[in-house]
């Protein structure tokens, strides 16, 4: 029997709901192929602060580090808005992101035929969309300097750098025509090469990248115009590459044509085997503890756990087909609720799907 080790952070706020039914998914899925799946779970974000000062404890990076992948849930609370910017939850993030190298982040933004109509679009723009947001995690604005708040001409200056080294560009862009390859080879790059020396950087990379990738048709959108464009006609686009910031941004619109944050997942990769899985909403402190929160986006997650990490495409199809199921039949969480359908809780949705899972 095959063993995986899966770090398990939980997190803040919702986080624990929602990864305790990604857990009961992934359980399912290995009693029905004889895999074992361990968990090791440790803290992140608010809760990691609370006990050791930190909000990116050693001990979790270290158990992060050993693991076959990473599952992690959302971070922060409305309770550490008063911490200092450094020990912050979402600090956490962005320094296990950095410590493990997770430079491509992939977020699929699919909307599913059951639930077009809960898009703010008009279902005839939305039905079909399945996008694939390519998005560079470790550079950029959030992590280049110099910066910050200093005094300068007797006022304050607040200040970041936006750069890219070529080689991070280049890596990521492979990335994203690899994706595209498996897809329907469509990529269209997303910068700001008419003000940004950095974007002209990064078209001219992604340029030379292309052609390794005959096959690929190759597009270049600029940032604002690929914000109007998603929502003016989502279905052109197959493959989306995009800077951290850009990605940031375009990844939040492109969620809401599924209409809820609460169905979609992600993936971020390195060039070791190591990966993380996690939804990306938030933590939804004010929900917490209340049973009502959508767990598909971190079920999901997991799915694509199964397929970038471990190569269980079949089981990956398995929980995809599964949660469909579950849509079908016209079970909902509160932030998906239709007219006439039931309203689930967290726990049942993740036991729907759960069977599901084992019955297919
Ligand atoms: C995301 C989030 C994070 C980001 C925050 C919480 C640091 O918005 O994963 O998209 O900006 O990357
Ligand atoms: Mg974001």
Redesign the pocket.
């Known amino acids: 029997m095959t063993t995986y080790n899966i770090a398990l952070l939980a997190g803040d706020g919702t986080g624990k709901e929602v990864t305790d039914e990604a857990v009961k998914v992934l359980k399912a899925v290995g009693k029905k192929y004889s895999i074992d799946f361990n968990f090791e779970p440790a803290l992140i974000g608010g809760c990691a602060y609370d006990e050791y000062k930190k909000p990116l404890p050693d001990v979790t990076l270290d158990i992060a580090k050993k693991s076959d992948a990473v599952l992690l849930g959302a ?2 609370d409305w309770k550490y808005d008063t911490l200092p910017p450094d020990v912050r ?3 956490a ?2 320094g296990i ?1 950095k410590e493990l190298n997770l430079f491509a ?1 992939l ?1 699929p933004a699919t909307v599913y035929p059951e639930l077009t109509s809960l898009s703010p679009l008009k279902e005839e723009f939305v039905s079909g969309t399945d996008i694939m947001i390519v ?1 560079e ?1 470790t550079g950029d604005v ?1 992590f280049g300097t110099p910066k910050g708040i200093e005094n300068k001409n007797g006022e304050k200056f607040g200040f970041n750098n936006m750069c890219y080294f070529e080689s991070e560009i280049r890596r990521i862009a492979h990335v994203a025509f690899k994706v595209a390859m498996q897809r329907n080879k469509k990529l269209c790059s997303v910068d700001k090469a008419n003000v940004l020396d950095v974007s002209r950087l990064w078209r001219e990379v992604v340029a030379d990248v292309a052609k390794e990738y005959p096959e690929v048709e190759l597009s270049n959108m600029y940032v604002d115009n690929a914000a109007m464009q998603i929502i003016r006609n989502p279905k052109q686009f197959d493959v989306m590459l995009t800077g ?2 850009f ?2 941004i375009l ?2 619109e492109a969620s809401m044509l599924s209409g809820s944050l609460g169905l979609l997942p ?1 993936a971020s990769l390195s060039d070791t085997k190591l990966a993380m899985y ?1 939804p ?1 909403h ?1 933590s939804a402190p004010d929900l917490k503890g209340q049973n009502v929160v959508n767990p598909i986006a971190t079920i999901l997650s997991a799915a694509m756990m199964l397929k970038y990490s471990f190569n269980l495409d079949k089981e990956h199809d398995d929980i995809v087909n599964a949660v469909r199921k579950a849509l079908k039949d016209g079970y909902r969480t509160k932030d998906i609720s239709q007219n006439g359908m039931e309203i689930v809780g967290t726990d049942k949705m993740g036991n729907v799907i759960k069977d599901n899972v084992l019955q297919n």
Do not use: F, T
């Open positions: 971070v922060g939850p979402e600090r993030l962005l992101r982040n977020r998005r995690l959030y951290n910031i990605g940031d990844s939040d992600s996690e990306i938030g």
